[in-house]
């Protein structure tokens, strides 16, 4: 039974926990089965949830059993009916009227009408009207090519379509070589969309890096970084990497440009890594760690150096390591507001009954002891057993007060302003999950504005500037938002990308805006007046401290 309690206890954890479903689950130090499991359960469960309420209310279930919970009985029965020795072994008649009643001949057109009876609930007319966030996949370019993942046989049976709401709608098909839906990215090279749900850890494309699971908004800092043509640049640095997503989708890129180059000039010898190399970093030595499993998983420790535990604001731009450093990539610690994990806590449709907590009766408990921290499983960012290719896994419930998001932008701010004064930087991406103006455009209008920006030729990216794919891009800044306005012309607002949660594009909420820099409108050097905007500046302990509390919420 440790199994289903430990499911009821993560599904019934306060929002106060902090966290996201799969995050809080796999980073708990209180559970007694396993994590896989308990997400499995869940997960499956809760697409039967309201199949397995009409058969435990006409069972009677909950009267009969006094004990049980509504949503332990869900677990419950799922497990009694769909596990592998359930339904196909006993077919119990309550199960089988039902489906008949539905007009489904199989156990899949079943889960399918049940999938589309509950987006109905949920106010949605179908699968076109309904908001899809499907799992992204990006081809990592280092280890392989789209064209090869195309052919393999991890998508070789899948069915192209043109928009995200196909990818849902009759996600299975019956007869042989028929399988999921996927859908080609038009704004991101080398993204693929494939139904939410699908999984892909198992596969040797994913163990060996061929693949790397990210989401869509998060790729567009590199792509407007490096852009379509053949990189002809100098070093890349990524300033606030781990888990590192955003550092092996640079590397993936340059593989991809450097392809290019060769191409052209018809080049036959073998292959050779990019002549550019990246610097990655993150401020805590315990991400860091992540960082560089990740940057070896994906083939890019060849070309990447991950300085663990180093702070992009203590860096020397000056420092001779740094001297060929021409792009910087920036994704500091934001509020996460824009954060829309594909792992929330289901929401289940439950039986009527009697109870509503884990267990009733007097008698409860007597066979297995819970306390507090039981029902609440704890949060422990050094978890093993976090997937480190997944995304945003590490969300927060807790509303971001004024103050605390001024202090935010603030130091977003300087990291920007820092990145400006590297000698040979000509190209910067600034990005965060938020959705607030004050992290996003704010932030923006300030650098713009900004004495270092002025004195050294800085400038935004526009639109007509950036990737073809991108330049396609519908949304875009925003001038105001309630009480705030920001001072941008429109041509700057235009040179803004916005990602916003909820819409028919997939993704959540999230901003990028990229500055440039004209070499020729370069006279000097950094001078001592931008030195003392830089680490040693008056409020920088406290800023710093409110940084890693920061960065220990929000990833990549």
């Known amino acids: 039974m440790s199994l289903y309690y430990d499911a009821v206890a993560v599904l019934t954890a306060p929002s106060s926990t902090g966290g996201s479903f799969k995050s809080r689950l796999y980073n708990s130090?209180?559970?007694?089965?396993?994590?896989?499991?308990?997400?499995?359960?869940?997960?499956?469960?809760?697409?039967?949830?309201?199949?397995?309420?009409?058969v435990i209310e006409h069972a009677g279930i909950l009267k009969t059993e006094p004990k049980l919970s509504p949503l332990l009985a869900i677990l419950l029965v799922h497990d009694q009916l769909l596990a592998k020795n359930g339904i196909a072994a006993t077919a119990p008649t309550p199960f089988v009227k039902r489906r008949v009643r539905r007009g489904c001949a199989t156990i899949p057109e079943?889960?399918?009408?049940?999938?589309?009876?509950?987006?109905?609930?949920?106010?949605?007319?179908?699968?076109?009207?309904?908001?899809?966030?499907?799992?992204?996949?990006?081809?990592?370019?280092?280890?392989?090519?789209?064209?090869?993942?195309?052919e393999s046989s991890l998508f070789a049976s899948y069915g192209k379509v043109e928009t995200l709401s196909q990818l849902v709608d009759n996600q299975r098909e019956e007869g042989k070589g028929k399988g999921f839906k996927m859908r080609l990215d038009p704004h991101v090279p080398d993204l693929i969309a494939?139904?939410?749900?699908?999984?892909?850890?198992?596969?040797?494309?994913?163990?060996?890096?061929?693949?790397?699971?990210?989401?869509?908004?998060?790729?567009?800092?590199?792509?407007?970084?490096?852009?379509?043509?053949?990189?002809?640049?100098?070093?890349?640095?990524?300033?606030?990497?781990?888990?590192?997503?955003?550092?092996?989708?640079?590397?993936?890129?340059?593989?991809?440009?450097?392809?290019?180059?060769?191409?052209?000039?018809?080049?036959?010898?073998?292959?050779?890594?990019?002549?550019?190399?990246?610097?990655?970093?993150?401020?805590?030595?315990?991400?860091?760690?992540?960082?560089?499993?990740?940057?070896?998983?994906?083939?890019?420790?060849?070309?990447?150096?991950?300085?663990?535990?180093?702070?992009?604001l203590a860096l020397d731009p000056e420092d001779p390591r740094f001297e060929n450093v021409t792009g910087l990539l920036l994704d500091p610690?934001?509020?996460?507001s824009g954060i829309i994990g594909r792992d929330d806590v289901p929401k289940f449709v439950l039986p009527a009954g009697p109870s509503t907590g884990l267990a009733q009766g007097k008698n409860q408990g007597k066979k297995r002891k819970r306390n507090e921290s039981d029902e609440?499983?704890?949060?422990?960012?050094?978890?093993?057993?976090?997937s480190p290719t997944d995304e945003n896994e590490l969300t927060s419930n807790t509303p971001?007060?004024?103050?605390?998001?001024?202090?935010?932008?603030?130091?977003?701010?300087?990291?920007?302003?820092?990145?400006?004064?590297?000698?040979?930087?000509?190209?910067?991406?600034?990005?965060?999950?938020s959705i607030h103006m004050i992290e996003n455009e704010s932030v923006v209008e300030r650098i713009l504005s900004s004495e270092v920006a002025k004195r050294r030729g800085w400038r935004i990216m526009r639109r007509?500037?950036?990737?073809?794919?991108?330049?396609?891009?519908?949304?875009?800044?925003?001038?105001?938002?309630?009480?705030?306005?920001?001072?941008?012309?429109?041509e700057e607002l235009d040179a803004c990308l916005r990602c916003w949660p909820g819409d028919d594009e997939g993704t959540g909420g999230f901003f990028v805006a990229g500055f440039v820099r004209d070499s020729?409108?370069?006279?000097?050097?950094?001078?001592?007046?931008?030195?003392?905007?830089?680490?040693?500046?008056?409020?920088?302990?406290?800023?710093?401290?409110?940084?890693?509390?920061?960065?220990?919420?929000?990833?990549?």
Not at 29 to 54: G, S
Not at 281 to 292: E, G, H, W, Y
Not at 528 to 550: C, I, K, L
């Open 29 to 54: 130090r209180t559970l007694k089965a396993a994590p896989a499991q308990i997400y499995a359960l869940i997960v499956e469960a809760a697409k039967w949830d309201i199949l397995l309420k009409e």
């Open 110 to 150: 079943l889960k399918e009408t049940v999938r589309k009876e509950k987006l109905a609930l949920q106010g949605a007319d179908g699968p076109a009207s309904a908001a899809v966030y499907p799992r992204w996949v990006r081809v990592n370019n280092v280890r392989t090519t789209l064209e090869a993942q195309l």
């Open 194 to 312: 494939v139904p939410p749900g699908v999984e892909f850890t198992t596969s040797s494309a994913y163990k060996n890096g061929e693949i790397i699971l990210q989401d869509k908004a998060s790729c567009f800092p590199a792509y407007l970084l490096l852009g379509d043509k053949a990189w002809d640049g100098g070093d890349l640095l990524d300033g606030c990497a781990a888990p590192g997503n955003k550092t092996t989708h640079l590397a993936s890129l340059l593989y991809s440009s450097s392809k290019k180059t060769k191409k052209k000039k018809k080049n036959k010898e073998k292959e050779k890594a990019p002549s550019s190399r990246i610097y990655s970093m993150d401020a805590s030595k315990v991400r860091a760690k992540t960082l560089q499993k990740m940057v070896s998983t994906a083939g890019a420790d060849k070309i990447t150096t991950v300085l663990p535990g180093q702070d992009f």
């Open 333 to 336: 610690s934001c509020s996460g």
């Open 376 to 386: 609440h499983p704890s949060r422990n960012n050094a978890s093993p057993e976090s």
């Open 400 to 433: 971001m007060d004024p103050e605390r998001l001024k202090k935010l932008s603030n130091l977003q701010t300087r990291i920007v302003e820092h990145a400006l004064s590297f000698p040979a930087a000509t190209r910067i991406t600034y990005s965060t999950c």
């Open 464 to 490: 007509d500037e950036q990737p073809r794919g991108l330049r396609e891009w519908k949304r875009r800044g925003i001038r105001a938002e309630e009480s705030r306005s920001v001072d941008l012309s429109d």
């Open 520 to 556: 020729s409108s370069v006279v000097e050097k950094v001078d001592d007046v931008e030195r003392s905007a830089s680490p040693q500046g008056n409020n920088f302990e406290e800023t710093e401290e409110d940084a890693g509390e920061e960065w220990e919420g929000f990833s990549d």
